[in-house]
């Protein structure tokens, strides 16, 4: 038994992805700057891809005037995966569309040039139909150099292939 509790307590976050989360299913929560978001279900979505044995998860939400998107590609499964300009190939975005001018439309980016480490995705259950995390991340705008802190976020979405 001791040696049951050092193996579970020797377990590291990057091999299993946390905790799930408090997203209601098919949606995706989190604060942009301290203010609540949480995704219109329909408008909430997962997508695995697999071309050349490389897997690509893409998972998005968006509410009436906002926007998280998330994209790891090598994605492996469930565990967590650093946001750094090291590693290009995971990104994360909050998007403040302009309906009546899409070119007005901002975009925040993580990562960003020179940013190091600025956020964590984490996938901590996944089956054939659901995907379930965590996530956080500062972000740039590159048009006027403001940031963004997505804090507390969660997702709970449904795999559309």
Same mark, same amino acid.
């Given at each position: 038994?001791?040696?049951?509790?050092? /193996?579970?307590?020797?377990?590291?976050?990057?091999?299993?992805?946390?905790d799930?989360?408090?997203?209601?299913?098919?949606? $995706?929560?989190?604060?942009?700057?301290?203010?609540? &978001?949480?995704?219109?279900? $329909?408008?909430?979505?997962?997508?695995?891809?697999?071309?050349? %044995?490389? /897997?690509?998860?893409?998972?998005?939400? *968006?509410?009436?005037?906002?926007?998280?998107?998330?994209?790891?590609?090598?994605?492996? @499964? +469930? @565990?967590?995966?650093?946001?750094?300009?090291?590693n +290009? &190939?995971?990104?994360?975005?909050? $998007?403040?569309? %302009?309906?009546?001018?899409?070119?007005?439309?901002q975009?925040?980016?993580?990562? &960003?040039?020179?940013? @190091?480490?600025?956020?964590?995705? %984490? +996938?901590?259950?996944? #089956?054939? #139909? *659901?995907?379930? @995390?965590?996530?956080?991340?500062?972000?740039? *705008?590159?048009?006027?150099?403001?940031?963004?802190? $997505? #804090?507390?976020?969660s &997702? %709970?979405?449904?795999?559309?292939?």
């Amino acid at each position: 038994m001791i040696g049951s509790l050092v /193996t579970l307590s020797s377990c590291s976050k990057s091999d299993d992805g946390g905790d799930g989360g408090d997203a209601a299913a098919g949606t $995706i929560t989190a604060k942009v700057n301290g203010s609540q &978001f949480t995704s219109l279900e $329909i408008t909430s979505f997962a997508s695995l891809t697999t071309a050349s %044995n490389q /897997t690509t998860l893409v998972m998005q939400g *968006n509410t009436q005037s906002q926007a998280i998107n998330m994209i790891i590609n090598g994605y492996n @499964g +469930v @565990g967590s995966y650093e946001l750094s300009d090291s590693n +290009v &190939f995971i990104i994360a975005s909050y $998007i403040e569309p %302009n309906i009546s001018n899409p070119l007005n439309s901002q975009t925040w980016n993580a990562p &960003f040039q020179n940013s @190091g480490v600025v956020g964590e995705i %984490n +996938v901590s259950e996944q #089956t054939s #139909t *659901n995907i379930k @995390g965590t996530f956080s991340f500062t972000c740039k *705008n590159t048009n006027d150099g403001s940031t963004k802190n $997505i #804090t507390e976020g969660s &997702f %709970n979405l449904e795999i559309m292939n």
